[in-house]
Structure formats: C-alpha cells, structure tokens
C-alpha cells in the first residue's frame, strides 16, 4: 500500500563554508588507549543500499506519483525488494530520506554519499545521532537473538540510493568495524542511479584530496555517537 506522507523540510539550504570547529573536540585519548588492544573479530556484516526508484522494479512501480523522496513503503517490502536483488535475509532495514537530500547542495549532485561534503553535513542534520543510535540497538538485538555474532545484514534505503544511503552505509561500515565486524557493502543503484556521478572515483570521494580531513572527521563523530562517548 501506498500512502502520500507530508512533505519535508529541506534542512540544508545556504550552508555555511565547513569548519571543523562545527563538530564536537575528539575524546582526549587515555594512557591506557595506547596500548589498547583490536576488538575481537565478530562475523561478517552484509550493508545494502539502494534507491526507491531505480534498485528494483516493484519499488519503482510503488513509487509513482510522487516519487521516492515521499512514498510510504513498509520494511517488509524493503525486505522483498532486497530479497529479489539477492541479498538474502535482510534483518536490519533503514530509511535514512529523513535527512535532507544533497541534491539541494547543487554541486554535490554530481558525486556520491561518500563525498567528504555530504557526510560532514549528515552528521551535524538534526537527527542524525538518534539515528545511529537506533541502528546500533537494532544490530546489537539482531546479534543477540542470533545467539552469535556471525552474520547481520542491514538494508539502507533513500530516493535514489547515490547519496544518503551511501554515506549512511559509510557511516556503518567505519562503526562495526571498529567493533571487530568485516563488512562487505553493495550497492544496488550504482547501475542505474549513478550515471551522472562520479561514480565514487573523483579526488574528493575517493579521499585522495585535502577534503578529506572532513570526512574523516564526519566518520570520528559518528562512532563517538555509537560508543556513547
């Protein structure tokens, strides 16, 4: 079924150049921190993104009339569309359409979630920590109702699968690894949503320019959220 929600609010419009002062200092590290040990190796996180409107047949038919940035689909037709791609099982689904679409950042259109700009201004969107938040007891339930840490699989979904989903799986990705998690992501609409990107290969979103200090600032803020510090 499918059914209009109201519309949202663009909250990125106008930004401010990026700072880092704009984010929290990191946590002073403590001499024990030094020495500190890696995490145990846990099983093997599976992180799927994709786009309303371009991963999968059925979900590109829900969403006609308008569009993926506003129809109200269930996480179990998530779950089926995912299912049909080949990704399994999927236990964890988010919808991450509840920050604002980098596409009101006109240059950012071009590139892909893992943009240095777009994830530095995901973090700071209001509603970003109890999304992770969110996430994290998500994974952890479905870990423990599993009785082991083998597998998880999280389905992240927005419009278009090229930018918010993107970044959120980045975000993820950096965070379960810290905890001792391999990852292994796919993204479903990077045959048909990123025709007009980069494709993740230009200097910024392959962090192979200056830029990428903010990413790795976006990243550092993120599992501070997940470790609750």
């Excluded at 991450?96 to 943009?115: E, N």
Aim: proline content about 5%.
């Amino acid at each position: 079924v499918v059914a209009s929600v109201p519309e949202q609010r663009t909250l990125v419009a106008a930004a401010p150049p990026l700072t880092l002062s704009m984010l929290p200092p990191p946590t002073a590290k403590r001499e024990e921190d030094e020495g500190a040990i890696a995490p145990p190796l846990k099983g093997t996180a599976y992180i799927f993104t994709l786009g309303l409107e371009n991963a999968e047949n059925e979900l590109v038919d829900l969403c006609a009339g308008r569009g993926g940035a506003f129809a109200k689909i269930s996480d179990k037709t998530i779950r089926g569309a995912l299912s049909r791609l080949g990704a399994g099982e999927v236990q964890v689904i988010s919808d991450v359409r509840q920050f604002s679409d980098p596409a009101a950042v006109g240059h950012l259109t071009r590139h892909l979630g893992t943009h240095p700009e777009t994830m530095f201004r995901m973090v700071k969107m209001w509603g970003f920590d109890d999304w992770l938040r969110k996430l994290r007891m998500e994974v952890r339930k479905c870990a423990e109702r599993s009785g082991c840490n083998e597998e998880v699989r999280i389905g992240i979904y927005c419009r278009s699968g090229k930018h918010r989903s993107v970044a959120g799986a980045r975000f993820l990705e950096h965070c379960l690894q810290a905890e001792g998690w391999h990852c292994q992501v796919k993204h479903f609409s990077s045959e048909k949503g990123w025709a007009k990107t980069c494709r993740g290969t230009c200097e910024d979103c392959s962090g192979e320019s200056p830029r990428v200090i903010h990413r790795d600032a976006a990243l550092g803020e993120a599992l501070r959220i997940w470790q609750g510090r």
